[in-house]
């Protein structure tokens, strides 16, 4: 199956989904707890704390979301790219893109009588941000030819750079010159959150309803049927009358919008400023998560849930066993390799099958 | 049968009571004070946050009934998407009731996390949040009078340099960084002026700036390039601002290649090792008998906000278990300079000497402290730009 091929789940296919999924997760165990053995660690223990480190308490179930939120927004939109064929690997960048336009909007309300209104306004901007610098890419991509994975990350580095250099520079604290960020904005600015529980129901909000729009879009509206049709066959579509090229720059719009917004949340909802790491790595981890939920939409918030729980949890093996926390990235790509292997193995199955039932109706 | 009624109830009663006593004091025994650590960069840098890592072990056995736990590289760029208050709120929920927080890069998310968990006791360290009064009840703030340990160091490298090229690798500039730089340039100037009694003109300074306070791949400059530059372009001697070790790391590299190069590392008592041929000492925090002094407060109930500025111990600057600061001598380092930098350690302990005393002028050449005036506290704390005669930025351009 390719990434464009998607038709809607029957029983029999979530059946197989789901058998496929406790394959892979079967592999990826049995190979995360070679590592962990190798690294001289006690597995159950290390499964154990990754477990209480995320689901454990309310709190933890909050911080866990605040890091599903943008990894939602990203695969939200990451799927109008995979649609229509694009690897949108610039998605990162595009998150950078959607902080710097918050920031910029942030701090224009810095000493306003309305603080409310900038942060409704840095989202628009974020999105805005965000979908242009994808919009860039989808140019370089659609009138330059320059294939959109190299185009992403080339603007993933420019992006770094001009946050490096605000922060240096223009966006500088008073008097100091340092890689720390900028200087936090006034608890005014901050996203409003609920203080027992740390979590923002506005993020929420926000991931949910991006899941929402994408679902509807994508399976119900023309603009969907044609991302599809494009990612299928982008040659045989002209044929109806489709404009690819107008079509993958939507997508790139669509997928950058949500990044910016991803990066919106994390300058007022996360850090409260701005930062080099203010991506989080977010955007690489979201095409793993997309990758990993078989590019269907209603799966996206469950793999990325997991991912989240993956990320928080993984604290707990320095402070608790002295491991390494990247063991967290360990099984996270172990999962992708692991899903592609399965993958791969199915397809050639069924090649086997199809040979053999042809033989079968020969004879 | 009503007696042995009696009988089994009485032991069971006996029973009862060993039972309740035998887990009141396993609940006492099992009762520690928990602290908690977050620590810039990693528990073992040679630097920085092990001088801070080996501090808590202090603590946890000089204090009995302390248990330390901790966490290493809390900073965005090694663990993306983990904040401070995230971490405090996992600290707490194990049950820490104090948290060290060893960062300038983590104010902002000590405070907030303070405001939250307003039982909980906060150890800022070399902040100042509660002189500004940002903070609230439960937020201390304590730093080491590192200016003492880097005048040390800026007379051993004058001592030393046989160009008169002094090379500082600093982090990132704010006020600490400067008034650690500027205290580096006062002592080699002490030293070239006074005891070499030379021209200060010969005397180059040189600042170079990282942007963080240690090296991020892409995002700040790398240490070991700014470093090897520096012995490339004639300064024989890099004193190190950084927290971790790659200044001395290169000096032993160009040793190795038969340049003749010196290096001050910094931070942590042991950053000397293994660099035998090229270390002339290392001013090095030692944090055991402030947290143990903090520590102490909180469990027995007596905490209250303050603003701490330790220096070293003059009796013995070395002194594990009363100086804050303190300088090893480095095998590299010449007995002739060993025997002026002896003079110089005794003559800063007994205030003869007060490096921060005017005339002196920043770096653009407005006045810092009139003729004869002794600076504050407050204005070395907060200096606005390097020292005239320093070459290096003195704030962001």
């Not at chain 1, 100091?176 to 993020?203: C, D, H, K, N």
């Not at chain 2, 089994?8 to 006492?28: E, K, N, P, Y």
């Not at chain 2, 650590?37 to 202090?58: K, R």
């Amino acid at each position: 199956m390719t990434m464009a091929q998607i038709t809607s789940p029957g029983p029999a296919q979530l059946l197989k989904f789901v058998r496929e999924f406790g394959l892979t997760l079967t592999v990826v165990v049995l190979f995360t707890t070679l590592v962990l053995l190798i690294a001289g660690a006690p597995p159950l223990d290390a499964y154990f704390y990754i477990l209480k480190g995320s689901l454990g308490s309310w709190v933890k179930i909050s911080h866990v979301l605040k890091t599903w939120v943008p990894l939602t927004l990203c695969g939200a939109g990451l799927l109008y790219t995979f649609r229509i064929g694009l690897w949108n690997i610039g998605i990162e960048g595009q998150v950078m893109m959607g902080a710097v336009f918050a920031t910029l909007t942030l701090r224009l309300g810095l000493n306003s009588q309305w603080p409310m209104w900038f942060l409704g306004l840095s989202f628009a901007a974020a999105a805005l941000g965000g979908g242009l610098w994808a919009l860039i890419a989808g140019f370089l991509k659609t009138k330059g030819g320059v294939n959109e994975i190299f185009a992403g990350l080339g603007m993933n580095f420019v992006a770094q750079g001009l946050i490096l250099w605000l922060i240096f520079g223009p966006w500088k604290r008073p008097g100091v010159a340092s890689m720390s960020g900028t200087e936090i904005f006034p608890q005014s600015l901050w996203l409003p959150y609920i203080s027992s529980l740390r979590l923002s129901p506005a993020a929420i909000a926000l991931a949910v309803t991006a899941v929402l729009i994408t679902a509807v879009m994508l399976r119900y509206s023309r603009i969907g049927l044609c991302l599809k049709a494009i990612g299928g066959n982008s040659q045989a579509c002209v044929l109806y009358g489709l404009t690819p090229t107008h079509f993958m720059l939507l997508a790139m719009m669509f997928a950058g919008g949500f990044a910016g917004i991803a990066g919106c949340l994390q300058v007022s909802g996360v850090y409260h400023r701005l930062l080099p790491a203010i991506s989080s790595n977010y955007g690489y981890l979201a095409l793993l998560v997309v990758m990993l939920s078989n590019y269907n939409v209603w799966v996206v918030p469950f793999v990325a849930f997991f991912f989240a729980c993956l990320n928080v949890g993984s604290i707990q093996l320095p402070m608790m066993l002295q491991l390494d926390s990247s063991l967290a990235g360990v099984i996270q790509g172990a999962l992708v390799l692991a899903t592609l292997a399965v993958s791969a193995w199915r397809g050639r199955r069924a090649k086997i099958f199809e040979a053999q039932t042809q033989e079968a109706v020969a004879k | 049968m009503q007696k042995n009624l009696k009988q089994a109830l009485i032991a069971i009663c006996v029973a009862a009571c060993i039972v309740a006593f035998a887990t009141g004091v396993a609940s006492a025994a099992k009762e520690q004070f928990k602290f908690g650590l977050l620590l810039v960069g990693p528990y073992n840098d040679h630097g920085w946050s092990q001088a801070h890592y080996e501090a808590g072990h202090y603590v946890e056995k000089n204090v009995s009934g302390t248990q330390m736990i901790y966490i290493d590289k809390v900073n965005p760029a090694d663990r993306p998407g983990v904040t401070i208050p995230q971490l405090v709120d996992d600290l707490v929920e194990k049950g820490a009731k104090l948290i060290i927080a060893n960062s300038d890069d983590m104010k902002d998310g000590t405070r907030e996390a303070a405001a939250m968990h307003p039982d909980v006791k906060f150890l800022h360290i070399s902040g100042d949040d509660v002189l500004t009064g940002k903070s609230g009840k439960n937020l201390t703030n304590l730093m080491g009078r590192m200016e003492y340990g880097k005048m040390m160091a800026g007379f051993a490298a004058a001592m030393t340099t046989k160009t008169g090229k002094i090379g500082y690798l600093g982090p990132l500039v704010n006020e600490e960084t400067r008034r650690l730089a500027a205290s580096c340039y006062l002592g080699a100037r002490y030293a070239w002026e006074k005891v070499l009694k030379k021209d200060v003109k010969d005397l180059k300074f040189q600042v170079t700036w990282i942007g963080f306070w240690f090296n991020i791949p892409g995002v700040t400059a790398d240490p070991t390039q700014v470093a090897q530059n520096f012995y490339d372009t004639g300064y024989d001697v890099v004193i190190s601002g950084i927290d971790t070790t790659e200044a001395v790391v290169v000096a032993g590299q160009k040793r190795n290649e038969g340049k003749k190069v010196w290096a001050v590392p910094y931070d942590y008592v042991g950053a000397c090792d293994g660099a035998s041929a090229v270390c002339l000492g290392v001013p090095y925090f030692n944090w055991g008998p402030s947290y143990t002094e903090l520590i102490k407060e909180a469990m027995g109930g007596s905490w209250s906000p303050k603003w701490l500025w330790y220096g070293p111990d003059w009796k013995n600057i070395n002194d594990p278990d009363t100086s804050t600061i303190g300088f090893v001598y480095g095998a590299a380092l010449g007995d002739d300079a060993k025997s002026a930098l002896n003079t110089f350690i005794a003559d800063l302990g007994t205030g003869k000497l007060n490096l921060f005393k005017g005339p002196l002028s920043y770096q653009d050449g407005t006045e810092f402290l009139k003729t004869g005036v002794s600076a504050t506290d407050k204005q070395i704390w907060y200096m606005e730009q390097l020292l005239k005669g320093m070459d290096g930025q003195s704030s962001a351009k």
